[in-house]
């Protein structure tokens, strides 16, 4: 492989990292792991969010969510909701008291992204989505072949 192609991936996943990175290190200063910071986000996001939807889309062990979600649920953050059509799935929602929480944690950090992303020019983030989505699906296409 040519060496340059190698060092602009190393380099490329670095920045990766250290984006990741300063997720883990938000989530540690507001007293949560980086896992459980990924989780309130799903949840946040998700309307009816399951259990399995969370471990789906973070590729999580179910042991690993139905933690976080134990610890929320302690905390009075999060309830559950049987399903009608299978009693032994349960939805998750916020509480008043978790929405509250949960807005003061993620909000900051959609403010982040949205300011980091303003600091681009238009045709500069047009770009960033056009290479990251070429790049994405060109991987992708080569590990399905695999």
Avoid at 6 to 16: D, F, R, S, T
Avoid at 51 to 56: C, G, M, T
Avoid at 82 to 111: C, Q, W
Wanted: proline share 1%; glycine share 2%.
């Amino acid at each position: 492989m040519d060496n340059i192609l190698k060092e602009q991936i190393k380099e490329y996943c670095k920045y990766l990292q250290d984006w990741n990175l300063s997720y883990e290190e938000y989530a540690k200063s507001v007293g949560l792991s980086y896992t459980n910071l990924l989780i309130l986000d799903v949840v946040f996001k998700t309307e009816n969010c399951t259990q399995k939807i969370i471990s789906e889309s973070l590729f999580l062990p179910k042991q690993t969510v139905n933690g976080a979600i134990t610890y929320f649920y302690k905390k009075g953050f999060l309830k559950l909701e049987e399903l009608p059509e299978n009693r032994r799935m349960k939805t998750i929602h916020f509480t008043d008291a978790g929405k509250k929480y949960a807005e003061s944690i993620l909000l900051k950090v959609r403010n982040a992204e949205y300011k980091a992303m303003e600091k681009l020019t238009k045709e500069e983030r047009e770009a960033l989505l056009k290479m990251t989505k070429s790049f994405t699906e060109h991987c992708i296409n080569i590990l399905r072949r695999y």
